[in-house]
Structure formats: C-alpha cells, structure tokens
C-alpha cells in the first residue's frame, strides 16, 4: 500500500536531539512522582474509609439483665470480654456469676471463700 501523504519525514529526519531526549526523560520522572503521589493519596482515603466504618460499626449487644437470687447483696459487676461477671453475697456466702453478656445466660457459678 502507498503512503498517501508525501510530506511525511523518514525516520532519519525524527532522530531526536540529546537535548530533546534529556527532556523526555525529565518529563517522563515528573510524569512518574506526579502518579506515585496520585496513587499515595488515593491509597490514604480507601485507609481513612475504612477506618471510618470500622470505627462507627455499632457496639455489641449487651443483656437486658441478669438475675441474682432475691435479698443478695451485689458487691461489682463488669462487662468484659463479651461476659458480664457480678459478685454478689447471698446468705453468707460470696458468689462470683459468670453471664453471657449478649444473652444474659448464667454461663459459671463460683463460690468464693476463706480457707
């Protein structure tokens, strides 16, 4: 097939200067920092979303209540690692009660004493 543009130059005449391929180079660099800065950046708001929606997931559902026998006496109560762990004195005795905190199952009952 011919070339129909007849003006066109050969690849002799499109050797470039040292000059212009020291400013291609120098053109391409920018280029390169200009992306890497573009793509920190963009990598720093997904971080930020995401730290974002982890942080304002709702808190874990804690129970209602937990029973004790009737007249016991509650000396503390914690929630901690999903359990809710109440020391009460019933009758003389000191109890330790182990809940699950997202259902307020009884899950261990300890009697604490003297020796």
Not at 24 to 34: C, D, E, H, I, P
């Amino acid at each position: 097939m011919n070339n129909p543009e007849p003006n066109t130059p050969d690849a002799a005449d499109t050797e470039l200067t040292p000059e212009a391929r020291a400013m291609l180079g120098k053109a391409r660099r920018s280029f390169a920092v200009s992306m890497g800065i573009l793509l920190l950046g963009f990598m720093a708001i997904g971080v930020a979303l995401v730290y974002r929606v982890m942080r304002d997931s709702p808190p874990p559902a804690v129970a209602e209540s937990v029973s004790i026998p009737t007249g016991a006496e509650v000396i503390s109560a914690l929630n901690t690692d999903g359990t809710i762990q109440v020391t009460f004195r019933a009758g003389g005795a000191t109890m330790l009660n182990i809940y699950d905190a997202g259902t307020g199952a009884l899950e261990r009952s300890v009697q604490i004493g003297a020796e």
